[in-house]
Each structure stands twice: as structure tokens, then as C-alpha cells.
């Protein structure tokens, strides 16, 4: 199992930059990804950022440029840094783990932060 507890949501303005901080309860190199989604009221959850335990990235095309992904392995920390944030970047920011096992692929999910951009 995994555990995760997000921080860094809150209010900004239009062009500002929020950091997400994602903590795991266990080591990351045995996740085999780790990835922030995003949630609007009405919407789908759809996928921001993610790392793999090998340290490759992916990102949302509405996001490329704009956000980066990292990680503190010795933390078992994930972070998300948003820049030239916009008012459609407004949505609860949740971070995933998923792990590969015998049985097949399984999704933790953190509470989700709330993060608000106004114009």
C-alpha cells in the first residue's frame, strides 16, 4: 500500500506559480510511477505531470512549458512547480501512485489540493 498526503494548493493570480508537494510512505524507487492529475467541477480527471521510478517525465499538453515535475528520493517526496498558471489551471491536484504487481496495476490516490487561479 501507499499512502500520500498533497500540500501547496491555495489561491493565486493569473501568471503566478504555486509548488504541490507530494508525500509518499514509502520509498519511491519502488513505485513504478508517480503523477499529479487534476480535477475541474464537471470535468474528468486528466493526467498533469508524471515521473517513473526510472526518472522519466510526461506531461499534459495544456501544461507543457509551464509546469515541472520532480522528485526528492531521499524525501520519498514528489513536487509539482506551476508557472504562468492560468485561470483554467483552476481544479483539485491529486497526486497518484501506481505499482505493478502480479495481479496487476494498482492506484493510490492522494486527498487532492485545491488550487484556484484568479484572472
Known amino acids: 500500500q501507499v499512502q500520500l498526503v498533497e500540500s501547496g494548493g491555495g489561491l493565486v493570480q493569473a501568471g503566478g506559480s504555486l509548488r504541490l508537494s507530494c508525500a509518499a510512505s514509502r520509498s519511491l524507487l519502488s513505485i513504478n510511477e508517480m503523477g499529479w492529475y487534476h480535477q475541474a467541477p464537471g470535468k474528468q480527471r486528466e493526467l498533469v505531470a508524471s515521473i517513473t521510478s526510472g526518472g522519466s517525465r510526461n506531461y499534459g499538453d495544456s501544461v507543457m512549458g509551464r509546469f515541472t515535475i520532480s522528485r526528492d528520493v531521499s524525501k520519498n517526496m514528489v513536487y509539482l512547480q506551476m508557472n504562468g498558471l492560468k485561470p483554467e489551471d483552476t481544479a483539485v491536484y491529486y497526486c497518484?501512485?501506481?505499482?505493478?504487481?502480479?495481479?496487476?496495476?494498482?492506484?493510490?490516490w492522494g486527498q487532492g489540493t485545491q488550487v484556484t487561479v484568479s484572472p
Open positions: 497518484k501512485a501506481h505499482l505493478e504487481t502480479i495481479v496487476g496495476g494498482i492506484n493510490y
